[in-house]
């Protein structure tokens, strides 16, 4: 048995994840879940749209200001709901191709986020003028890689 099932098959069997198999409370929070997911991948896809050429009238540094709160709120009740689906069923998670990949793909998801906000390129964004080709292929990259973490989570059901 590999570490993760070892981690994983103990945390199933918990109070918690028994009483999220009950009732009204797995569905609950995976409502919470997706709409989350909809508040972070939305909130993410207008500024990526941007970035790629959409949404021309607006500078995008401030599409990307009124954007990151509605994302980091997404994104906090993702993390939050999706550790309670992890739960209720770890041990089959930890042994589901699609969720492997879901979590490989929101890394790299995380990674591009990451060199973006960090990203001296991201000064440009001020104006209106097209971004530099850096941002653009962030933009296009960030696009691709929620979109495929989406469908990768919403196989978990079907692996």
Known sequence: MNTAVAIAEPLART???????????????????????????GAIAVVDLRLIGA???????????????????GFAGAVASGTLLF???????????????????????????AWFHASAAKEALATTAPPPATMRIAG????????????AGR?????
């Not at 296009?140 to 469908?151: E, I, K």
């Not at 196989?155 to 692996?159: D, G, H, P, R």
């Open 15 to 41: 109070a918690l994840a028994r009483w999220l198999q009950t009732g009204w409370a797995y569905p609950a929070v995976e409502s919470v879940h997706i709409v989350s997911i909809a508040l972070l991948v």
């Open 140 to 151: 296009a990259v960030s696009l691709l890689l929620w979109a495929a973490t989406v469908v």
């Open 87 to 113: 739960v209720a069923n770890a041990g089959d998670l930890i042994a589901n191709r699609a969720f492997g990949v879901k979590l490989a793909l929101l890394s790299f998801a995380g990674l591009n986020a």
């Open 55 to 73: 949404l021309r009238h607006a500078a995008v540094a401030p599409v990307l200001r009124s954007a990151l709160p509605v994302a980091l709120a």
């Open 155 to 159: 196989l978990i059901a079907y692996v």
